[in-house]
């Protein structure tokens, strides 16, 4: 069982910033394209972004400009800075990665953004 640690949710006004990490296996991060996803209230889980291994990354529309993925090849850890944050971007954010032996998610973080 592939164990995906996440942190650094919180809570935050709106136009504040939050950075997510999610910890990953060597072997796992070193081989496989990350995702992370989140599952806002009365939603379905979404897909938000994705980092490649070669540093190429993809966003949802709805985040583009305002959230970066990022990969630190020495830590072994992927990042999402989450900036300008909106109210509607209140979720439990998610990272996830598939590799041979199946899809992987993390626990989950929550994030909060109010007035």
């Known amino acids: 069982q592939v164990q995906l640690v996440e942190s650094g949710g919180g809570s935050v006004q709106p136009g504040g910033s939050l950075r997510l990490s999610c910890a990953v296996p060597?072997?796992?991060?070193?081989?496989?394209?990350m995702g992370w996803y989140r599952q806002r209230p009365g939603h379905e889980r979404e897909w938000v972004a994705t980092?490649?291994?070669?540093?190429?990354?993809n966003y949802v529309e709805a985040v583009k400009g305002r959230f970066t993925a990022s990969r630190d090849k020495v830590k072994k850890v992927m990042y999402l800075q989450m900036d300008r944050l909106r109210v509607e971007d209140t979720a439990v954010y998610y990272c996830?990665?598939?590799?041979?032996?199946?899809?992987?998610w993390g626990q989950g973080t929550q994030v909060t953004v109010s007035p």
């Open positions: 980092a490649g291994r070669a540093n190429w990354t």
């Open positions: 996830q990665t598939i590799p041979r032996s199946g899809i992987a």
């Open positions: 060597a072997r796992i991060f070193d081989r496989n394209t």
